[in-house]
């Protein structure tokens, strides 16, 4: 069984475009030109001016979505690398239904848990 990364990536990139769009009015509110020049870096290939634009996002007070476009940032870097849908602790193939509902997973349920488990025991 392998994983359709073309239906899985077309997913992220919808969701990007989404959680861009959302961003792009929040920041027309605050309407700076240098944040807006920062929404454009956030599609750029480049990891540094990706980097300089999600902190441009954290910045205005939108974390969740700093966090989401880094989420997919990442799964698309592991298409990319041919490892999606491989959990990033112990390498297990993360069942397909799990992507469907959450395409960003980069853990396998147990290995989620116990990251879970482990920041919660943290804070
Ligand atoms: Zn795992």
Not at 24 to 44: F, I, P, Q, Y
Not at 69 to 82: S, V, W
Request: aromatic share 4%; with cysteine.
């Amino acid at each position: 069984m392998s994983i359709n990364t073309d239906y899985f990536r077309e997913i992220l990139q919808d969701r990007q475009t989404v959680v861009l769009d959302d961003v792009g009015r929040h920041m027309n509110e605050l309407a700076s030109d240098r944040e807006a020049t920062s929404l454009r870096d956030v599609t750029d290939t480049k990891d540094a001016s990706f980097a300089s634009a999600v902190a441009g996002i954290r910045q205005a007070g939108l974390q969740r979505e700093a966090e989401e476009l880094e989420d997919i940032r990442g799964a698309l870097a592991r298409i990319d690398n041919g490892v999606y849908g491989q959990c990033i602790v112990c390498e297990a193939p993360i069942p397909e239904e799990r992507l469907e509902a959450w395409p960003t997973a980069k853990r396998c349920r147990p290995c989620q848990q116990e990251h879970e488990q482990a920041r919660a025991r943290r804070a």
